[in-house]
Structure formats: C-alpha cells, structure tokens
Nanobody, 120 residues
C-alpha cells in the first residue's frame, strides 16, 4: 500500500511563496508519475502539476508561478507570487504508471491534503 504525506502548507500574504513537500512510502517506483491537485471551497479538484522522470506538465493555474520537482519518492511544489485565488487544499497524488495525466480519476493514490491560505 502506498501512502502520501504532504507538508508545507500554511498562511502567506499575497505575493509570498510556499514550498509544499510530499513523501511517499510503500510500493512507489521512481518512474511513477507524481503530482499535485488542489481544491478550493465549493469548487472541483483542479490539476496543478505532474512530474514523471524528467518530464513536467503544468495546469493553467500554475501559470509560470509554480515549479514541480522530485527526489526519488519525494515530490515538491514551489509556489511563488501567490494570489488569494491560490487558496485551497493541495493534494499530492501518484500513479502506478509513468504516464502523466491531468485527470483526477487517473491517479491511484492521494494524500490527505495540506491547506494553503493566501490572505493579507
């Protein structure tokens, strides 16, 4: 069984930065696609970014402000120039395969989520 544990969320002012981390335990391969989704109150889950081997793919919300990276079974999301619209619960996700996807239903494993609040 794979477990994903996120950390690094918190409260930040507009224009600030946060770095989210996700540690995977269990049967996760270095070739598995890993990434991030987010969900704001009253809204559907939204694709943020995914990484597989040396390939990266971002959703429109990342808009050049977010950077995903990976170190074996850990994945990170560096978020800069944060805006109030970035306020959401951020979820770490992983697939059993290397294929990247922006569809939430394609991910086999989800973390519990970490809250990010951007407010002055």
């Amino acid at each position: 069984q794979v477990q994903l544990v996120e950390s690094g969320g918190g409260v930040v002012q507009p224009g600030g930065s946060l770095r989210l981390s996700c540690s995977a335990s269990g049967r996760i391969f270095s070739t598995s696609a890993m990434g991030w989704f987010r969900q704001a109150p009253g809204q559907e889950r939204e694709f943020v970014a995914v990484i597989s081997s040396n390939l990266k793919y971002y959703g429109g919300s990342a808009n050049g402000r977010f950077t995903i990276s990976r170190d074996n079974a850990k994945v990170y999301l560096q978020m800069d120039s944060l805006e109030p619209d970035d306020t959401a619960v951020y979820y770490c996700v992983a697939r059993r395969v290397a294929t990247m996807s922006r569809a939430a239903g394609d991910y086999d494993y989800w973390g519990q989520g970490t809250q990010v609040t951007v407010s002055s």
